[in-house]
């Protein structure tokens, strides 16, 4: 398998993980892909910039139980569904 199939399938693997709704974060991604989180934010920058994906806010638990507010990434629904 060439590199470049490598990279398309990866970013297939990631796009089939990103949902509508309420989003998922880059540690979320990174767990149900198996990539790096500095992957996910690569391959998300570049998704957002084509207008596949966006960022919003959702609420997560911390370690400690506290609720918090953090980014989180989300596919366009329009790109859902090509």
């Known amino acids: ?3 470049k199939t490598q990279v398309i399938d990866a970013w297939e693997n990631m796009i089939g993980v ?3 709704g309420d989003g998922q974060t880059t540690a979320e991604i990174a767990e149900q892909t198996g990539c790096s989180e500095k ?3 690569k391959r998300l920058k570049a998704l957002i910039a084509t207008g596949k994906a966006e960022c919003v806010r959702a609420s997560r638990k911390t370690i ?3 609720m ?3 980014p989180a990434y989300r596919l366009v629904e329009k ?3 090509k």
């Open 39 to 41: 992957m996910v934010l």
């Open 18 to 20: 990103l949902k509508i």
């Open 68 to 70: 918090s507010i953090v």
């Open 64 to 66: 400690d139980g506290r």
């Open 1 to 3: 398998m060439s590199k």
């Open 79 to 81: 790109a859902r569904n």
